[in-house]
C-alpha cells in the first residue's frame, strides 16, 4: 500500500486553471502507474489520467477523451509528486479528484490498489 495526500483543488471560475498535486510515500515510486480520477455528487468515479515511467526520462500517458489537450498529467520521481494540470475548467468537471497507484497501466479504477483522500475541485460557471 501508498500513501497518497492531494492537494491543490479550490474554486475557479470556467475557463480557469488549477494544478493538482499528489504526494506518495514510498521508496519506489518511479515504479508506480499514477493516476488521477474523479468522482462527481451521484455518478461513478472516472478516470482522467495516468501516468508511467518508461525509460529514463521518458513517461507514457493516458487521458480520458473528455480531457484530452486541456489537461497535463506528470510527475516528478525525485519528489514522489505526481501533477495533474488542468485547463479551461468547465463547470460539470466540478468533481473530487482522486490520485492512485497502480502496478499496471489501466483506466479501470479497480486496478489501482491506493487512493488518496481526494481533493474537491469547484468550478463556477
Known amino acids: 500500500q501508498v500513501q497518497l495526500v492531494e492537494s491543490g483543488g479550490g474554486l475557479v471560475q470556467a475557463g480557469g486553471s488549477l494544478r493538482l498535486s499528489c504526494a506518495a510515500s514510498?521508496?519506489?515510486?518511479?515504479?508506480?502507474?499514477m493516476g488521477w480520477f474523479r468522482q462527481a455528487p451521484g455518478k461513478e468515479r472516472e478516470f482522467v489520467a495516468a501516468?508511467?515511467?518508461?525509460?529514463?526520462?521518458?513517461?507514457?500517458?493516458i487521458y480520458s477523451d473528455s480531457v484530452k489537450g486541456r489537461f497535463t498529467i506528470s510527475r516528478d520521481d525525485a519528489k514522489n509528486t505526481v501533477y495533474l494540470q488542468m485547463n479551461s475548467l468547465k463547470p460539470e468537471e466540478t468533481a473530487v479528484y482522486y490520485c492512485?497507484?497502480?502496478?499496471?497501466?489501466?483506466?479501470?479504477?479497480?486496478?489501482?490498489?491506493?487512493w488518496g483522500q481526494g481533493t474537491q475541485v469547484t468550478i463556477s460557471s
Open positions: 492512485a497507484a497502480a502496478a499496471s497501466y489501466s483506466r479501470e479504477p479497480r486496478a489501482y490498489g491506493s
Open positions: 514510498t521508496r519506489t515510486f518511479s515504479t508506480y502507474v
Open positions: 501516468i508511467r515511467r518508461i525509460t529514463w526520462p521518458g513517461t507514457r500517458t
